[in-house]
Every structure is written in structure tokens, then in C-alpha cells.
């Protein structure tokens, strides 16, 4: 069954830092998400991407985050100057259409 | 304010008993339900969904569960929990986007 890979599985950066987490969605999947999830909290809803733009971001979202899809199989999410609350765990999924998002098992991002 | 909740952060059951995990939702409309699993440090794997139709969904792993419309609920169900059974749990809905509710922990005796 096709999955949603992250890499990498664990990235270590200091804070200031620009970070690059990467996710290669389901191939024929449109609709693209970042989420996060800070140590023994929920999951957050980051951003949506569709059709080569963000379709809706949530007030985490700031300006030190951006997404991109470079080459038509890769999502990113970058993380201009990291903060030390970026810490935690960062999900892609994707979707295709009204059928549920598969998600990715996740980069720990931790901020040192 | 639309929101997700899962009234019980951590249920302890023995294993061979009986599960339920609660999880209420206020939208003004029915979402799109969700119940995922996360071991500790993994991903979130599907148990089960529901769209429209049966209010009784079948999933993955013997788990099950329950839409009511009247209470705005959606419980998760497995009716003889095994040891493997022990992570996190969460409901979540999806109407604009996914939110998910804060999880409920399932720790599982011998």
C-alpha cells in the first residue's frame, strides 16, 4: 500500500536556524497538510495545500513558516528561524479527494 | 466554537475487557469522524472513519464505532482489548480542515 514518507525521521538544529522537513505525498494525492504536535499534546492543524498554493493556514502558521511542493513529489515545510517552541513532532498527509488523509510517521524536529 | 473532546485523558483496562473511548464534537453540521492510533514516537495510523450512512463503522484491529447524531458523539469501541492495544488515541473531525481532539491514553494491564 502506498505510504506518505518523511524525511528525516529525527532533524537536531539550533535555534536561529533554517530547517527543511520533507514529505513525499501518495502520488496521485492532491490535497496536502503539515501538522504538529508539540511533546504529550494534541496534534495541530499547520496548513493546506492545493493545487500550488496554501488553501487555508491556522494562526501557527506564521510568516517563519512556509510550504512548497519544488518538483511535483516533494512538500515542504520550512522553518525560517527556528524558536526553541518549534520543538516537536511535524506530520505530512495527503489526500485524494473526500477520502481520508494518510499521514506520514513524522520528523522530530528538536530545537537546541 | 467548533471543538473536539475526549472527556478521559487515560483509561487503564485489563486486557480481555471491554473498551470504550469517548469523543464529542460541537459543529454546526456533521463532520467527517475520524479515530486514529499513535504509539509512542509513530505515526497516526486510521482506525476507522465515518462519511455518511450505517452509524455503526467497522475498522481496523476489532475496533468499532458509534456515530450519534443526537448526543454529537463518536465513540470508539473493542469489545476484548489486547496488550498491543495500549497508545494514544484520538478522534478527530474534518469539516474545512482536520482537528483533532486532545487524545486519550490507553494503558493496558496483564
Known amino acids: 500500500e502506498p505510504e506518505v514518507t518523511q524525511t528525516p525521521s529525527h532533524q537536531v538544529t539550533q535555534m536561529g536556524q533554517e530547517v527543511i522537513l520533507r514529505c513525499v505525498p501518495i502520488?496521485?494525492?492532491?490535497?496536502f497538510y503539515w501538522y504538529r504536535q508539540i511533546l504529550g499534546q494534541k496534534v495541530e492543524f499547520l496548513v493546506s495545500?492545493?493545487?500550488?498554493?496554501?488553501?487555508?493556514k491556522s494562526e501557527i502558521f506564521d510568516d517563519q513558516f512556509s510550504v512548497e511542493r519544488p518538483d511535483g513529489s516533494n512538500f515542504t515545510l520550512k522553518i525560517r528561524s527556528t524558536k526553541l517552541e518549534d520543538s516537536a513532532m511535524y506530520f505530512c498527509?495527503?489526500?485524494?479527494?473526500?477520502?481520508?488523509?494518510?499521514f506520514g510517521d513524522g520528523t522530530r524536529l528538536s530545537i537546541l | 466554537a467548533q471543538s473536539v473532546t475526549q472527556p478521559d485523558i487515560h483509561i487503564t483496562v485489563s486486557e480481555g475487557a471491554s473498551l470504550e473511548l469517548r469523543c464529542n464534537y460541537s459543529?454546526?453540521?456533521?463532520?467527517?469522524l475520524f479515530w486514529y492510533v499513535q504509539s509512542p514516537g509513530q505515526g497516526l495510523q486510521l482506525l476507522l472513519k465515518y462519511f455518511s450512512g450505517d452509524t455503526l463503522v467497522q475498522g481496523i484491529k476489532g475496533f468499532e464505532a458509534e456515530f450519534k447524531r443526537s448526543q454529537s458523539s463518536f465513540n470508539l469501541r473493542k469489545p476484548s482489548v489486547h496488550w498491543s492495544d495500549a497508545a494514544e488515541y484520538f478522534c478527530?473531525?474534518?469539516?474545512?480542515?482536520?482537528?483533532f481532539g486532545p487524545g486519550t491514553r490507553l494503558s493496558v494491564l496483564p
Open positions: 502520488s496521485n494525492h492532491l490535497y
Open positions: 478527530a473531525v474534518e469539516r474545512q480542515n482536520f482537528v
Open positions: 459543529y454546526g453540521a456533521t463532520p467527517y
Open positions: 498527509a495527503s489526500r485524494f479527494f473526500n477520502q481520508p488523509q494518510h
Open positions: 495545500f492545493y493545487n500550488n498554493e496554501i488553501s487555508e
